[in-house]
């Protein structure tokens, strides 16, 4: 695309060779982040954050939601009760309805913010609705001493979230079809690229294997005998 505006001098020569150089730099998968937020780090990222990013970072770490789909959000998509996000089919990526579980940790944070008259948005600051995180999660970072950047080494930024509910609920034990229906990952190709295997996964698998064969040996010494 850059190469043809270039042709139909729709964009000067530098434009073309900051794009060739970055083209060659990069590499096929390159763009696929395989950052992970651990546990303590997002309690620490959770206590630093200001009030109004507390349940966005929340609701990203619980329930793997994109961010446009949280910064969306409306109170008559929440139910609280119910313990459940519904999102239709016109606020999703893919544009798929689906329901979203809401679990104890993020009920409480989503209860406790204060309901402003006449706004539908559930994310407000100063009585508007927030379209943006950049600059406050950056700065939370910061404080909690957490890397942030998208070209940083080790960096983070708030989609790594949605890495992270992936990973944690593979690790729990939930089937991939049930999470991807939370999700809302289409296809298993797109599944795969949100989670990411770690050396704890690579331990316990052998530990899963010592016990298989355990177990074999069990069994075929008792049927010996």
Same mark, same amino acid.
Request: glycine fraction near 8%.
């Given at each position: 695309?850059?190469?043809?505006?270039?042709?139909?001098?729709?964009?000067?020569?530098?434009?073309?060779?900051?794009?060739?150089?970055?083209?060659?730099?990069?590499?096929?998968?390159?763009?696929?982040?395989?950052? #992970?937020?651990?546990? @303590?780090?997002?309690?620490?990222? *959770?206590?630093?954050? %200001? +009030?109004? $990013?507390?349940?966005?970072?929340?609701?990203?770490?619980?329930?793997?939601?994109?961010?446009?789909?949280?910064?969306?959000?409306?109170?008559?998509?929440?139910?609280?009760?119910?313990?459940?996000?519904?999102?239709?089919?016109?606020?999703?990526?893919?544009?798929?309805?689906?329901? #979203?579980?809401?679990? @104890?940790?993020?009920?409480?944070? *989503?209860?406790?913010? %204060? +309901?402003? $008259?006449?706004?539908?948005?559930?994310?407000?600051?100063?009585?508007?609705?927030?379209?943006?995180?950049?600059?406050?999660?950056?700065?939370?970072?910061?404080?909690?001493?957490?890397?942030?950047?998208?070209?940083?080494?080790?960096?983070?930024?708030?989609?790594?979230?949605?890495?992270?509910?992936?990973?944690?609920?593979?690790?729990?034990?939930?089937?991939?079809?049930?999470?991807?229906?939370?999700?809302?990952?289409?296809?298993?190709?797109?599944?795969?690229?949100?989670?990411?295997?770690?050396?704890?996964?690579?331990?316990?698998?052998?530990?899963?294997?010592?016990?298989?064969?355990?177990?074999?040996?069990?069994?075929?010494?008792?049927?010996?005998?």
């Amino acid at each position: 695309m850059i190469i043809k505006a270039f042709e139909n001098d729709m964009v000067g020569g530098d434009v073309l060779k900051v794009f060739t150089r970055c083209k060659k730099t990069l590499k096929p998968g390159s763009d696929i982040r395989d950052r #992970i937020l651990s546990k @303590d780090e997002f309690k620490a990222l *959770l206590a630093k954050a %200001p +009030r109004h $990013l507390r349940p966005i970072l929340a609701t990203g770490y619980y329930t793997g939601m994109r961010r446009g789909e949280i910064l969306g959000l409306t109170w008559d998509r929440v139910d609280l009760k119910g313990r459940a996000i519904r999102l239709t089919a016109d606020m999703t990526k893919d544009g798929e309805a689906r329901t #979203i579980p809401i679990c @104890d940790a993020l009920h409480d944070e *989503l209860k406790a913010i %204060p +309901r402003a $008259l006449h706004k539908s948005y559930v994310f407000l600051f100063r009585g508007k609705p927030i379209t943006c995180v950049r600059t406050a999660l950056r700065k939370a970072c910061k404080e909690a001493g957490i890397v942030y950047g998208r070209f940083e080494e080790g960096g983070f930024i708030f989609h790594d979230l949605r890495h992270t509910f992936n990973t944690n609920m593979r690790k729990a034990g939930v089937a991939e079809s049930v999470i991807m229906a939370i999700t809302g990952h289409s296809t298993r190709e797109m599944f795969d690229r949100y989670n990411r295997i770690d050396d704890e996964d690579t331990k316990v698998a052998v530990t899963q294997l010592e016990g298989y064969l355990e177990n074999v040996t069990q069994t075929v010494t008792q049927e010996a005998v």
